[in-house]
């Protein structure tokens, strides 16, 4: 029976490493990369996204940032959300939309120095049609998730991340099996042959990197099969899903108010943080969606903090916060920042690095030792 399973695991573990391999190596040196996505993106685009930070100056009020940009936008623009400075030398973005008359969206980003409320220029972010006409780091996002192949065959990235989280635990048992004292098992006999140098260092590696391996690959497929994971978690913990923000009630009797007046309104919900975000309306029932950010939240390019608001009453139509989440709630809360290392802080990003070569170093030291296996074969026969 134990030879079975032997012969099992490692036929499953040698056929996904050879044929998805090189695979998963590139989506691990893309990770790795993304890893810095915002600071490669500014450094990129740094007359855009980057501005000086006068010593003792404080940003400019953000109605007269919105207001800087919106004179920077097409007439029938949709405007989409305004992004407040990630650090002091960055700059605020506002986004939006412009549909062709073929019903193709293009979505722009405008940026604005938040000291002078002054706009450093522009930019297309995402257009669906023409995935190389977007920023690299987009281009390089895409390809993370999707091999850009659209997002509707994520999928087939989340069936490559099932079968790595398969063989992380297949080389794992394989171990095991070999070496019950694992403490010789966890050595590189580095005066042997090169055979045993190179078997020695994949079972090392694959050793150390597993539990690591397994969290990236199970975070990731988690969040590509979104529906499938919140069906099973509430098997366990209540999961509400994306949350209803409302709509807005169109009123002959009320002026749509000022972004200054959401952002009021929001205050008195969540009397900490800073602003984030603020989604604004782009349509008769759009509604002000204002986020806010603790320090402590473990997620950095988003926030959950959240307040929806009718753009005319101002009357508050929806609350989220993390304080109130269910533990499943918590667990989609906390997804993306673990896979992105983005929980760790700035230890997360060079630590998120190192586990990107992973599979590259794995798919190497594992393509020399079948090779040898081969070669050592031929001799016999």
């Given at each position: 029976?134990?030879?079975?399973?032997?012969?099992?695991?490692?036929?499953?573990?040698?056929?996904?490493?050879?044929?998805?391999?090189?695979?998963?190596?590139?989506?691990?040196?893309?990770?790795?990369?993304?890893?810095f996505?915002?600071?490669?993106?500014?450094?990129?685009?740094?007359?855009?996204?980057?501005?000086?930070?006068?010593?003792?100056?404080?940003f400019?009020?953000?109605?007269?940032?919105?207001?800087?940009?919106?004179?920077?936008?097409?007439?029938?623009?949709?405007?989409?959300?305004?992004?407040?400075?990630?650090?002091?030398?960055?700059?605020?973005?506002?986004?939006?939309?412009?549909?062709?008359d073929?019903?193709?969206s293009?979505?722009?980003?405008?940026?604005?120095?938040?000291?002078?409320?002054?706009?450093?220029?522009?930019?297309?972010?995402?257009?669906?049609?023409?995935?190389?006409?977007?920023?690299?780091?987009?281009?390089?996002?895409?390809?993370?998730?999707?091999?850009?192949?659209?997002?509707?065959?994520?999928?087939?990235?989340?069936?490559?991340?099932?079968?790595?989280?398969?063989?992380?635990?297949?080389?794992?048992?394989?171990?095991?099996?070999?070496?019950?004292?694992?403490r010789?098992?966890?050595?590189?006999?580095?005066?042997?042959?090169?055979?045993?140098?190179?078997?020695?260092?994949?079972?090392?590696?694959?050793?150390y990197?597993?539990?690591?391996?397994?969290?990236?690959?199970a975070?990731?497929?988690?969040?590509?099969?979104?529906?499938?994971?919140?069906?099973?978690?509430?098997?366990?913990?209540?999961?509400?899903?994306e949350?209803?923000?409302?709509?807005?009630?169109?009123?002959?009797?009320?002026?749509?108010?000022?972004?200054?007046?959401?952002?009021?309104?929001?205050n008195?919900?969540?009397?900490?943080?800073?602003?984030?975000?603020?989604?604004?309306?782009?349509?008769?029932?759009?509604?002000?969606?204002?986020?806010?950010?603790?320090?402590?939240e473990?997620?950095?390019?988003?926030?959950?903090?959240?307040?929806?608001?009718?753009?005319?009453?101002?009357?508050?139509?929806?609350i989220?916060?993390?304080?109130?989440?269910?533990?499943?709630?918590?667990?989609?809360e906390?997804?993306?920042?673990?896979?992105?290392?983005?929980?760790?802080?700035?230890?997360?990003?060079?630590?998120?690095?190192?586990?990107g070569?992973?599979?590259?170093?794995?798919?190497?030291?594992?393509?020399?030792?079948?090779?040898?296996?081969?070669?050592?074969?031929?001799?016999r026969?």
């Amino acid at each position: 029976m134990k030879r079975i399973a032997h012969n099992f695991f490692y036929n499953a573990h040698k056929i996904i490493g050879l044929f998805l391999g090189l695979v998963f190596v590139l989506i691990g040196l893309s990770g790795s990369i993304l890893a810095f996505r915002e600071d490669i993106d500014e450094r990129l685009n740094y007359s855009l996204m980057r501005v000086a930070s006068p010593p003792n100056a404080s940003f400019k009020i953000i109605s007269e940032i919105y207001s800087s940009a919106i004179q920077a936008i097409p007439k029938d623009a949709k405007v989409e959300r305004l992004m407040m400075p990630r650090h002091k030398n960055a700059a605020a973005i506002l986004t939006y939309i412009v549909e062709t008359d073929d019903l193709d969206s293009f979505f722009y980003e405008v940026f604005i120095n938040p000291y002078t409320a002054k706009v450093t220029g522009q930019r297309l972010k995402i257009h669906g049609e023409d995935q190389f006409s977007q920023p690299i780091i987009q281009i390089l996002m895409a390809f993370h998730w999707t091999l850009l192949l659209g997002a509707n065959n994520a999928y087939l990235i989340g069936f490559i991340g099932i079968f790595f989280f398969f063989s992380a635990f297949a080389g794992l048992y394989l171990w095991w099996l070999k070496n019950k004292n694992w403490r010789l098992g966890l050595t590189v006999k580095w005066q042997a042959s090169s055979e045993r140098i190179t078997y020695d260092l994949h079972k090392n590696i694959g050793f150390y990197g597993a539990a690591f391996l397994i969290i990236m690959t199970a975070t990731g497929a988690a969040m590509i099969f979104k529906p499938v994971t919140q069906k099973v978690t509430s098997l366990f913990s209540t999961v509400s899903g994306e949350p209803n923000f409302g709509k807005s009630k169109p009123s002959a009797q009320h002026e749509p108010i000022h972004i200054t007046q959401a952002i009021v309104i929001a205050n008195r919900v969540f009397k900490d943080g800073k602003i984030f975000s603020i989604s604004l309306p782009n349509s008769p029932t759009g509604v002000f969606i204002v986020g806010k950010m603790l320090d402590s939240e473990p997620n950095k390019s988003r926030t959950y903090r959240n307040v929806s608001i009718d753009q005319y009453s101002g009357e508050i139509l929806q609350i989220q916060d993390p304080d109130n989440f269910t533990a499943g709630e918590k667990l989609f809360e906390w997804l993306f920042p673990v896979h992105t290392g983005e929980i760790f802080g700035e230890y997360g990003r060079p630590v998120l690095l190192l586990i990107g070569l992973l599979p590259l170093a794995l798919f190497t030291t594992g393509l020399m030792r079948w090779r040898q296996k081969r070669h050592s074969r031929k001799i016999r026969s």
